[in-house]
């Protein structure tokens, strides 16, 4: 049993990751298939796994990482084809390069010839490698990850390149490996194969999983089957095609993708109405799977840090000094309809409207002495008939509020002069703080 959790690899600060938190497990029994085009992270998943590349995340074989495992070629088996067309080195012959391998893994000899046999090289065993073919070498590859009589594979886009024979044959091969009793792990990039051979589907792009499901699942909603129908009158066919039901889609410019009628049907009608057709093939088409939105941002160790957009939304607002912007009265009144407390209503601990914290809070009300707008509330020199600073010109201090209307009030509004908003307390004092009174 393989079990992969949060493998990611960012090979440059401030690029996409090459994988993000890929997390899933694969079972005894089972063909788990990667999925994915070129570039999705398929091969980078499995050099984490085996600890080839440096990155976040753990992969843990039957409990154990790869550097725990105490003889891993005895229990993981793994083809990594890392660009190399051929299994050695071309002059040598296929039985004494594989017997080479089993030295060094610590098996006899008579376990390569038996796995040349099983991987039917054993008529070719004394040829040079420099004359096999593709299949040959990548069959000799699977042989080689095998001496070791692992119980788990981990096989890199085995049968990329191969002839339809070839591939046919590695898939009953891996097939039976699994009916055995075996772990299979295999990438690809084709989505008809991977329906056809795997038990469970994982498809990657741009290094995120986009789904896990099974193979049945993965027919049913992902593969779309379709006849290419090709020839110089397709739109007088495709009238006709449109008449019986079909869909009909344009392919190219002298082609059409007809669904929802067998390919037998549409034959015999173009040959009822004189219809020269050029090609009638069956095909197989991946449907797109929406892609999620997750936005990131690389921070000074070059690790990726997601954010929700909902998360980063619901974000109070900073000012660039680092100070929590303060919500107007307007804004106040606006955030009391989805919930807050209105204006004039007595909070609980005396909890202020702006900002929510004793710390943030202390630094919008201002020292002791202070009001919003940082000036002083008592008495100024230079102000005639003892005029305090917040006090308009005109303003008879008969007017201003005496003590009993203070306490009567239930909050108390702060005007700030110029484009400042005003700020609205609550009329409970907050925690740790004095409440100050202009004298």
Excluded: C
Aim: hydrophobic content about 35%.
């Amino acid at each position: 049993m393989i079990q992969i959790t949060g493998l990611t690899k960012v090979y440059r600060r401030g690029r996409p990751p090459a994988l993000l938190d890929l997390t899933f497990d694969t079972r005894p029994g089972v063909v788990t298939a990667l999925l994915g085009a070129e570039g999705a992270g398929k091969t980078t998943a499995l050099r984490l796994m085996v600890e080839l590349e440096r990155g976040t995340g753990i992969t843990l074989f039957d409990g154990r990482t790869y550097r725990r495992l105490r003889r891993p070629e005895r229990e993981v088996g793994v083809m990594l084809p890392g660009g190399r067309p051929l299994a050695g080195h071309p002059g040598r012959r296929a039985h004494s390069h594989l017997r080479m391998l089993a030295g060094a893994v610590g098996v006899s000899s008579a376990r390569a010839d038996v796995l040349l046999d099983q991987t039917r090289l054993a008529a070719v065993s004394s040829h040079r490698l420099r004359s096999f073919s593709p299949g040959m070498h990548r069959r000799l590859a699977l042989a080689a990850a095998l001496l070791g009589s692992p119980h788990t594979l981990l096989l890199d886009a085995p049968t990329e390149g191969l002839s339809p024979r070839n591939v046919e044959w590695f898939h009953s091969f891996l097939r039976s490996f699994a009916v055995s009793g075996g772990t299979v792990l295999v990438t690809t990039r084709n989505p008809q194969e991977a329906s056809v051979l795997a038990d469970r589907v994982i498809t990657l792009d741009q290094g995120r999983l986009l789904a896990d499901q099974t193979a049945m699942e993965f027919r049913r909603t992902r593969l779309h089957p379709e006849v290419s129908v090709r020839g110089p009158q397709m739109a007088r066919l495709a009238d006709l095609l449109a008449g019986q039901g079909a869909q009909v889609r344009r392919d190219g410019g002298a082609g059409i993708a007809v669904s929802g009628i067998d390919r037998t049907e549409i034959g015999e009608l173009a040959y009822q109405n004189g219809i020269l057709l050029h090609e009638l093939s069956d095909r197989v088409v991946e449907q797109p799977v929406p892609r999620p939105n997750l936005p990131f941002a690389p921070g000074r160790s070059g690790r990726v840090r997601l954010q929700p957009a909902a998360r980063a939304a619901a974000k109070p607002a900073v000012h660039p000094a680092g100070q929590p912007v303060a919500r107007s009265a307007a804004q106040s009144e606006g955030a009391s309809t989805s919930g807050a407390l209105p204006v004039g209503t007595p909070a609980t601990g005396g909890e202020l409207v702006g900002p929510r914290s004793t710390a943030s809070a202390q630094s919008v009300i201002g020292r002791p002495g202070q009001s919003a707008g940082g000036r002083a509330l008592g008495r100024q020199p230079g102000r005639a008939g003892g005029q305090s600073a917040d006090q308009p010109a005109g303003r008879s201090s008969a007017d201003r509020p005496t003590q009993a209307d203070r306490s009567a009030s239930p909050s108390v509004s702060v005007p700030t002069p110029g484009p400042e908003p005003e700020l609205t307390l609550l009329s409970q004092p907050l925690p740790g703080l004095d409440h100050h009174r202009s004298e």
